[in-house]
């Protein structure tokens, strides 16, 4: 499939990861976030930003309880657990949250 | 003659041939993984050392970027050169010889 | 991922040691990267991993990469990612940083440097060690 961003056409791969991640912006994540019938508020963004920082400093997004273990370190326990995070993202907070943040599916993930 | 290492000399012995081989007046270009023979501190850089007077050394700047020999000391008299140098050689040089 | 939860816990593991041995440069070949992949994936099975850097494996540790100019994605920083995904047995072999003009403060992560006839030891202990 693919989305009409800014103009531009943006292709994903049957799973619906973008395949050009230098393509990615706010605009996009927010269509990427209605396909998956999320509507971003700031919860969603603090965590779609901690992965895009993630992937910037280590070049891999994270498996989930990695993911949680991380977030747990910087933001807290209160956002560093499951629970919170698949409020967010029902369908899993790596794979979905991993879509909109524009990074490919994460490594680690069985 | 233009001979072309990229293969890491820790690894196989594509370098030592190509010094066995290669006559005066040689130019040696090291890429890839060839690029590791041209660390100054490391234990093949005396074979280079020895043909520097009648061969000419070079060594691909984006290879030895990308593995991060930028500030690594390398070994003096080697001269570096970038994709378009790379060109140029290949061009002046009548045969290239690739020591895969 | 979290299917792992739903395992029974109560189930008796049995936890062997599992040693991932680097022997090749990066970028020239695939092996570094794909080595990579393999621990990261590996580690979450909740076993004894251990990584080694051996021969011109050491080399995939070195500080300073850019590979802006070969096309290739610099995937040295992921070895920062290992303490996330709790492998923290990383050895690198001493003999093989000294041949390369190399110490462990030239690399992108802490690691425990070994000689050769301590990592013969440790190596020697593994159940399963899979070399790349």
Same mark, same amino acid.
């Not at chain 1, 963004?45 to 991380?70: D, S």
């Not at chain 2, 008299?77 to 002046?92: H, K, L, N, P, T």
């Not at chain 3, 020239?28 to 004894?48: M, P, R």
């Given at each position: 499939?693919?989305?009409?961003?800014?103009?531009?056409?943006?292709?994903?791969?049957?799973?619906?990861?973008?395949?050009?991640?230098?393509?990615?912006?706010?605009?996009?994540?927010?269509?990427?976030?209605?396909?998956?019938?999320?509507?971003?508020?700031?919860?969603?963004?603090?965590?779609?930003?901690?992965?895009?920082?993630?992937?910037?400093?280590?070049?891999?997004?994270?498996?989930?309880?990695?993911?949680?273990?991380?977030?747990?370190?910087?933001?807290?326990?209160?956002?560093?657990?499951?629970?919170?995070?698949?409020?967010?993202?029902?369908?899993?907070?790596?794979?979905?949250?991993?879509?909109?943040?524009?990074?490919?599916?994460?490594?680690?993930?069985? | 003659?233009?001979?072309?290492?990229?293969?890491?000399?820790?690894?196989?012995?594509?370098?030592?041939?190509?010094?066995?081989?290669?006559?005066?007046?040689?130019?040696?270009?090291?890429?890839?993984?060839?690029?590791?023979?041209?660390?100054?501190?490391?234990?093949?850089?005396?074979?280079?050392?020895?043909?520097?007077?009648?061969?000419?050394?070079?060594?691909?700047?984006?290879?030895?970027?990308?593995?991060?020999?930028?500030?690594?000391?390398?070994?003096?008299?080697?001269?570096?050169?970038?994709?378009?140098?790379?060109?140029?050689?290949?061009?002046?040089?009548?045969?290239?010889?690739?020591?895969? | 991922?979290?299917?792992?939860?739903?395992?029974?816990?109560?189930?008796?593991?049995?936890?062997?040691?599992?040693?991932?041995?680097?022997?090749?440069?990066?970028?020239?070949?695939?092996?570094?990267? &794909?080595? @990579?992949?393999?621990?990261?994936?590996? !580690?979450?099975?909740?076993?004894?991993?251990?990584? /080694?850097?051996?021969? =011109?494996?050491?080399?995939?540790?070195?500080?300073?990469?850019?590979?802006?100019?070969?096309?290739?994605?610099?995937?040295?920083?992921?070895?920062?990612?290992?303490?996330?995904?709790?492998?923290?047995?990383?050895?690198?072999?001493? &003999?093989? @940083?000294?041949?390369?003009?190399?110490? !462990?403060?030239?690399?992108?992560?802490?690691?425990? /440097?070994?000689?050769? =006839?301590?990592?013969?030891?440790?190596?020697?202990?593994?159940?399963?060690?899979?070399?790349?």
């Amino acid at each position: 499939m693919a989305y009409e961003c800014d103009g531009a056409t943006i292709e994903t791969d049957e799973e619906g990861y973008i395949t050009d991640i230098s393509l990615w912006s706010r605009e996009l994540a927010i269509l990427i976030a209605r396909e998956e019938n999320i509507e971003m508020d700031d919860d969603h963004w603090e965590v779609v930003n901690f992965l895009r920082n993630y992937y910037e400093e280590y070049q891999i997004a994270p498996a989930v309880r990695v993911l949680t273990k991380a977030i747990k370190k910087t933001l807290g326990a209160d956002k560093g657990n499951s629970k919170y995070l698949y409020e967010l993202f029902p369908y899993g907070p790596a794979k979905q949250a991993c879509k909109i943040a524009g990074l490919p599916k994460p490594t680690g993930c069985i | 003659m233009l001979h072309l290492i990229n293969k890491s000399p820790f690894e196989r012995n594509a370098l030592d041939s190509c010094l066995r081989m290669a006559k005066s007046g040689s130019a040696i270009l090291l890429i890839e993984d060839g690029v590791y023979a041209a660390l100054a501190k490391a234990a093949h850089a005396e074979k280079i050392i020895r043909r520097m007077g009648d061969c000419s050394f070079y060594v691909l700047g984006p290879d030895v970027a990308a593995r991060g020999l930028s500030d690594a000391p390398l070994i003096e008299g080697i001269d570096v050169i970038d994709y378009e140098g790379f060109v140029d050689m290949v061009a002046e040089h009548d045969a290239t010889q690739s020591w895969l | 991922m979290s299917e792992m939860n739903e395992f029974d816990e109560s189930a008796p593991t049995v936890v062997k040691r599992f040693m991932y041995v680097n022997r090749r440069a990066p970028y020239g070949t695939i092996y570094a990267l &794909e080595c @990579l992949e393999v621990v990261l994936v590996a !580690a979450a099975f909740d076993q004894d991993v251990s990584v /080694v850097f051996l021969d =011109d494996g050491v080399c995939q540790l070195k500080k300073n990469q850019d590979t802006t100019g070969i096309g290739m994605k610099n995937f040295s920083k992921t070895y920062g990612a290992l303490d996330d995904y709790d492998v923290e047995k990383i050895y690198v072999e001493k &003999e093989s @940083l000294a041949a390369r003009g190399l110490t !462990a403060d030239d690399l992108v992560i802490p690691v425990e /440097v070994l000689a050769a =006839d301590d990592l013969r030891e440790v190596m020697a202990q593994q159940d399963v060690v899979i070399s790349f």
